[in-house]
Nanobody, 125 residues
Framework: QVQLVESGGGLVQAGGSLRLSCTAS????????MGWFRQAPGKEREFVAA????????YYTDSVKGRFTISRDNAKNTVYLQMNSLKPEDTAIYYC??????????????????WGQGTQVTVSS
């Protein structure tokens, strides 16, 4: 069993920045592939970014490329999402997730085994 706890969400003006953190319990964090997803009111949960267990590969949805950066610190059991140039359409609850095996599709929610409780990000115009 893995527990994921997100933090770092909040209210920010358009053009601002936030850094989300997700800390995992357990001693096998370095073996997990990690992802960030978001869900806006009335919409389905969507993929934002993902990172392989080693950090050597990263993946982003097109709408955040060049603005968001995913990274991880395996010594701290933590994955980060640095969000710059935020837009009102980035407003959502952000969830981190982990996959014990390499996802066939990093953007697919079905490939992730554990999820955090989410953290709210609100971007005002």
């Amino acid at each position: 069993q893995v527990q994921l706890v997100e933090s770092g969400g909040g209210l920010v003006q358009a053009g601002g920045s936030l850094r989300l953190s997700c800390t995992a319990s357990g001693r096998t964090f370095s073996r997990y592939h990690m992802g960030w997803f978001r869900q806006a009111p009335g919409k389905e949960r969507e993929f934002v970014a993902a990172i392989s267990w080693s950090g050597g590969s990263t993946y982003y949805t097109d709408s955040v490329k060049g603005r968001f950066t995913i990274s991880r610190d395996n010594a701290k059991n933590t994955v980060y999402l640095q969000m710059n140039s935020l837009k009102p359409e980035d407003t959502a609850i952000y969830y981190c997730a982990c996959a014990a095996g390499r996802p066939a599709d990093y953007s697919g929610t079905l490939y992730y085994d554990y999820w955090g409780q989410g953290t709210q990000v609100t971007v005002s115009s």
